[in-house]
Each structure stands twice: as structure tokens, then as C-alpha cells.
């Protein structure tokens, strides 16, 4: 569902208010266990609401500094760019919404390089998707995951199919496509080749 949020080719505040339109139907369930543990509903609500705002005004070109501490605890909007990036160095990176200090501590944090020292960010998803339609926008990457499921993979076993849905994009039984991981690794297998 969160890909509505990023498949946006421009990086600013309208790129922030793109939620997707599904995820009322999911989020609380995520709320469930604060809920449970006696954390009343009135405080979680401020906290998400707080969450959101802060989320949304990272997604700005404005603030380039990388906010000197603040940056190291906190997210800035140098690393949410990372986070919206399509290039393969930047995939999978800097997933927190506040707090940076979970992909420090997780190996998942990427600083934003210098256009100099290294390719220009490039926003949107890593295959652009050709109709824009809203609903399709919305949809895209479901009626992609049916076609895996459904058409393109058939004759395969059913234990196969569903890793399809439950393993990381991009996995593929045949290797015909690649995971974000198996693409960075490549990436650095030419680095270390031109190096030498």
C-alpha cells in the first residue's frame, strides 16, 4: 500500500500528504497493543497525529544541512530523501519517520551523498508506472502481485507462488529479477571491479 506514497518523481510537501488511500482499513492494528497495555486512546492519537506532521514537513529540498546532532538522533530531510530515492544505493534506507536512530542501530541507515561524489537522487519508483490514473495509482502493485500469483507464474508449485507475496520485492525463483539487497550487492561487485 505505501508505494502510492512513493511513487511520486518529485520530492516535496505534496509528496508528504500522498497517503494511501487503504491504510485506515490496517493502521490500528498496529495501535492495538499500546491500546492493550493501557495507553489511552486520546495520548496514542496525539502521538500518531504528531508522528504525521513531523513525517510530512521532512518532505521538503528547502533544508539541505544535515542539522548537525539533530540529524543524528532524529530524522532530517537530507535522509528521508534518501528513504524516497529509486537508486539502487539508496533502497531500502532510513525507514524511521522521527527517529533516525533505529536504521543506525539496524544497518539500514544511507547519508545522502553529494551530487558530486555520487549519482543525483532520483525519486519515483524503480519501474515508473506508465498509467496515472488515481485507481491505478492505488492499485498498481496489487494487480501486479495477482498477476505473479495468478498468470505469469501458474505452473509453478503453490509453495513457490506465495513467496511471491511474502518474500522482499524484486525476489524472483528464476532470478530473472532482483531483491533490493541482491541489486546493492551488484552494485558494489562493479565498484570494487572499476576500483581495481
Known sequence: MHVTHHNSQFYNISTGFRSPVLQPLFRYIFFLPLAFA????????????????????????????KLGWWGYI?????????????????????????????????????????????????????????????VNIIFHEWKEIYKDFFIRKKDLPLSTRLKYIFLPPGWSHDGSSKTSRQLQKLVKQEENAVKL
Not at 496525539?46 to 510530512?56: D, I, L, R, S
Not at 539502487?88 to 541507515?109: A, C, P
Not at 532520483?122 to 490514473?133: Q, R
Open 38 to 65: 493501557g495507553v489511552a486512546p486520546l495520548h496514542i492519537m496525539f502521538a500518531y497525529a504528531m508522528n504525521q506532521n513531523y513525517g510530512t514537513l521532512c518532505h521538503t529540498n528547502f533544508i539541505n544541512s
Open 74 to 134: 532524529f530524522v532530517t530531510p537530507s535522509h528521508h530523501r534518501v528513504h524516497h530515492a529509486s537508486n539502487t544505493k539508496y533502497l531500502d534506507k532510513n525507514m524511521g519517520m522521527v527517529l533516525i536512530i533505529w536504521d543506525r542501530i539496524f544497518g539500514t541507515f544511507q547519508e545522502e551523498k553529494e551530487e558530486m561524489e555520487y549519482e543525483k537522487l532520483k525519486f519515483g519508483l524503480t519501474k515508473d508506472v506508465e498509467d496515472k490514473n488515481p
